[in-house]
């Protein structure tokens, strides 16, 4: 396999329900991010790992819980959400966390939240 | 703050025609510039990129010059391909920052 890859790529869960979102590259980057994408709206970038280590958290609420646990895996931990948080989930990696370098996309997880 | 407008979509084309879309930006600074396109029931890839004034940066068919005069880069292609129907997002970052901050997006949709 190469590049990002995001599973699962649909995911249908209710308010109380308990879930997670995975993110593997195999790209030998250093960083990677989650973002939001919601229907006619800018890209939200929600957290950012680099070396493991979270460098950025945007006011994101704590019903969403990054985990890296090694720079190839990223997970986002999802429970108690709310229908808003209804959107396109994507995760990105890049060599490092630095200007001009390209970041690379998975194809995003479809979340609706009943 | 900074930010990204872009034209709203869809933009419905035949194949073979022009193709602009719209991108202006607000920054405090000089900005690199970035369009990144988004095929269906994919991730984001990048499309593009120019990061200095004048600079033009071209892929594919594809073209837009950074115009510091009106804060613009305005995405371009000559000739579109029904293969081109996807989502364009534009995008700049600050001197200072790795953060990418996006438009809204618009969608291409190219008729045979």
């Known amino acids: 396999e190469t590049g990002v890859t995001q599973t699962p790529r649909h995911l249908v869960m209710g308010m109380t329900n308990k879930k997670s979102l995975k993110c593997e590259q195999h790209?030998?980057?250093?960083?990677m991010y989650w973002y939001k994408q919601s229907a006619k709206k800018p890209l939200e970038l929600m957290f950012v790992?680099?070396?493991?280590?979270?460098?950025e958290n945007n006011s994101v609420p704590s019903r969403f819980s990054p985990e890296c646990p090694n720079s190839s895996h990223l997970f986002l931990h999802l429970h108690t959400l709310q229908p808003e948080d209804s959107a396109l989930y994507l995760c990105?990696?890049?060599?490092?966390?630095?200007?001009?370098?390209?970041?690379?996309f998975g194809q995003g997880t479809r979340l609706t939240v009943v | 703050g900074n930010s990204v407008t872009q034209m709203e979509g869809p933009v419905t084309l035949s194949e073979e025609a022009f193709l602009t879309i719209n991108c202006t930006y607000t920054?405090?600074?000089?900005?690199?510039l970035f369009w990144y396109v988004q095929y269906p029931g994919e991730g984001l890839q990048l499309l593009l990129k120019?990061?200095?004034?004048?600079d033009k940066g071209s892929n594919k068919g594809f073209e837009a010059t950074y115009r510091k005069e009106t804060t613009s880069f305005h995405l371009e292609k000559g000739s579109v391909q029904v293969s081109d129907s996807a989502v364009y997002f534009c995008?700049?970052?600050?001197?200072?920052?790795?953060?990418?901050?996006f438009g809204s997006g618009t969608r291409l949709l190219v008729r045979p």
């Open positions: 990105a990696s890049s060599q490092e966390v630095t200007r001009n370098t390209e970041a690379f």
């Open positions: 790209l030998g980057h250093n960083a």
């Open positions: 790992y680099s070396l493991e280590e979270r460098v």
């Open positions: 920054a405090t600074g000089y900005p690199s």
């Open positions: 120019a990061t200095k004034a004048d």
């Open positions: 995008a700049l970052q600050m001197d200072s920052s790795y953060k990418l901050i």
